[in-house]
C-alpha cells in the first residue's frame, strides 16, 4: 500500500516559520520523487517543491530562498522547512509521491495560515 500523512501545518504571523512533515509508508522503498505542492482558495494547485531519491531539488520561483525541503530516505519522510512566510503563502499544502512502475499518490493536505 501507499499511504501518506502529513503534519507541521499551522497558523504563524508573517516572518515566521514552519516545518511540515510527509510520511510515507515505510513498506514502500521503491520512491522516485517526493515533493509538495499547494492551492489557495481560487487558485489552480502549483508545486512548491520536489527532491528525488537521490536529492537533487527543485522550487517555485515565488519561494526560493525561503523554503528548503529535504528527505530521510530511512525513514522514508520528506520535510519542507518554512521560512521568513508571507501572507501570499497560505494555502492547503499537499504531499506526493511518485512510486515506480506504479504512480502518482497524494497526501490528504495540512492548513497553513500566515497572518500579518
Known amino acids: 500500500q501507499v499511504q501518506l500523512v502529513e503534519s507541521g501545518g499551522g497558523l504563524v504571523q508573517a516572518g515566521g516559520s514552519l516545518r511540515l512533515s510527509c510520511a510515507a509508508s515505510?513498506?514502500?522503498?521503491?520512491?522516485?520523487?517526493m515533493g509538495w505542492y499547494r492551492q489557495a482558495p481560487g487558485k489552480q494547485r502549483e508545486l512548491v517543491a520536489t527532491?528525488?531519491?537521490?536529492?537533487?531539488?527543485n522550487y517555485a520561483d515565488s519561494v526560493k530562498g525561503r523554503f528548503t525541503v529535504s528527505r530521510d530516505n530511512a525513514k522514508n519522510t520528506v520535510y519542507l522547512q518554512m521560512n521568513s512566510l508571507k501572507p501570499e503563502d497560505t494555502a492547503v499544502y499537499y504531499c506526493?509521491?511518485?512510486?515506480?512502475?506504479?504512480?502518482?499518490?497524494w497526501g490528504q493536505g495540512t492548513q497553513v495560515t500566515v497572518s500579518s
Open positions: 506526493n509521491v511518485e512510486v515506480a512502475t506504479r504512480g502518482y499518490y
Open positions: 515505510r513498506s514502500i522503498f521503491n520512491i522516485n520523487a
Open positions: 527532491i528525488t531519491s537521490g536529492g537533487s531539488t
